[in-house]
């Protein structure tokens, strides 16, 4: 204990940092503050709340709420996230971009102008989706295509207001700041979560309750195991002499070739993806009993052929992201003109063909650990949790939160060990997942 009162101590002692974390928390608030401004021309009290499940569970989650509350900040940050991944992908399937990404910090502010540009078109057709089929006639209160028409541009001004306080977080305060906007939004839900859990069990429950925070707690451990574990790679590097005697290089270092290199990726893409089995035979449910029985089963995230299909599409969604996300011909090159090498291992393409047996070993169990993570909640809901705390079990919600923690702590631990304060650590470093691979 007083070694965090200790380390909270040395970290309001950075001047910088805490002007860093004052200012995070500022925007924060502007941020909340946004959620419950509802949009003009809506009645507040008519609009239905959205459910724990399925997409629009899974964005109203991330908006902390705002997008069932018809807020001016509805959409959040998820258009920029959209438009950010798109991007990505073009940068491996198209060679314009790609050249945009090698051509340095000018490539970086083409690709970011390009990413907010696209961001705008991205918001406009959700926005005005969102707007028709999510928010019911009686709440709206003017013109309905006039609501739409502004209420577009106003959900497009909040997206970019959003955006803009997620680029003031990473450049002003702690953290990557978009991740940090949709880790707040999910934070944000957790202690009515925790109390609605509590309620529904009373005072004869209170064990059972303690037991349900107490699994919690290694179901948060171990996802931020799977989050921290890496294979390092062992590399030695020549050395090699500069004018008559210095010399450079000759130690060995790692590449950390991460167990979960695909992140949270692989369970939104998924989970993107759920909401199609249920759609197509609720189509043909009146026909076929079949078809009445898949909706069902696929309307229900609690369900076993839910969860199996879910695992089933995050298996294949790690494989296919950790592909387009590390080259190992790419890290082989680098390593070669670097004058490192595999000790054990020639340079070129055996040294690629051995760092991509490494990953596919490595992505399998890693995927099989994502995917347990993913239908946790539905475990946990089927032995009596709420669904709001079940969510907190695991899932998207879960790995995020791990994930912006860890960083946040890796960005303030570097802060103390420049300033020769002990880190947040007794042993080891904070590892976030940020790190990229590197020599």
């Known amino acids: 204990m007083n070694k965090l009162i200790t380390t909270f101590k040395h970290i309001f002692a950075i001047e910088e ?10 925007f924060i608030t502007f941020f909340r503050l946004g959620s419950y401004i509802v949009l003009p021309g809506v009645d507040a009290t008519k609009l239905t709340q959205a459910g724990d499940g399925g997409l629009f569970g899974l964005l109203n989650m991330f908006s902390g709420g705002a997008l069932s509350n018809a807020s001016v900040f509805a959409l959040g940050i998820m258009p920029y996230i959209s438009a950010s991944i798109a991007i990505q992908l073009l940068t491996i399937a198209l060679p314009y971009f790609q050249k945009m990404q090698k051509d340095g910090e000018s490539g970086r502010k083409k690709l970011n102008q390009i990413t907010r540009i696209l961001t705008i078109f991205v918001t406009a057709a959700q926005g005005f989706t969102y707007l028709q089929v999510t928010i019911p006639a009686e709440a709206i209160l ?18 970019m207001f959003c955006m803009w306080l997620g680029e003031k977080i990473t450049d002003k305060g702690i953290g ?22 509590a309620g529904s069990r009373g005072m004869a429950g209170a064990l059972l309750f303690i037991i349900e925070v107490i699994a919690l707690f290694f179901v948060v451990m171990g996802a931020v195991m799977v989050t921290q574990a890496v294979r ?12 008559s005697k210095m010399s450079v290089g000759g130690e060995r270092q790692y590449i950390p070739l991460k167990l979960n290199a695909s992140g949270v990726m692989p369970i939104i893409f998924a989970q993107a993806l759920m909401f199609i089995p249920g759609l197509v035979a609720q189509s043909f449910a009146e026909k076929s009993e ?6 069902q089963a696929f309307g229900d995230f609690t369900t076993w052929q839910y969860n199996a299909l879910f695992a089933l599409l995050i298996v294949v969604f790690t494989f296919f992201y950790t592909a387009i996300s590390i080259n190992p011909t790419q890290i082989s090159d680098d390593m070669k003109r670097g004058g490192g090498f595999v000790p054990g291992v020639k340079p070129g393409e055996e040294t690629s063909n051995f760092i991509a047996s490494i990953l596919d070993r490595i992505t399998l169990p890693g995927a099989l650990m994502l995917s347990i993570i993913a239908i946790l909640p539905a ?14 079990f695991g899932g998207t ?7 912006v923690v860890l960083d946040t702590l890796q960005q303030i631990e570097s ?3 420049m300033r020769k304060y002990e880190g947040l650590m007794q042993s080891g470093r904070v590892k976030g997942r940020s790190e990229m691979i590197s020599r």
């Open 232 to 243: 390092r790679i062992p590399v030695q590097y020549a050395k090699q002499v500069v004018g």
């Open 17 to 26: 940092l805490r002007g860093r974390i004052f200012n995070t928390l500022l």
């Open 397 to 403: 919600s879960l790995l995020i939160l791990v994930g």
């Open 415 to 417: 802060y103390l060990l």
């Open 290 to 295: 079949f078809a009445q029985s898949v909706a």
């Open 379 to 392: 475990i946990a809901n089927l032995f009596g949790v709420t669904r709001g705390f079940a969510s907190f």
């Open 142 to 159: 003017v013109d309905p295509w006039f609501f739409r028409l502004y209420g577009v541009a106003i959900l497009i001004g909040g997206t």
């Open 176 to 197: 990557n700041g978009i991740s940090m906007l949709i880790m707040i939004g999910i934070v944000s839900r957790f202690p009515a979560s925790i109390l609605q859990e």
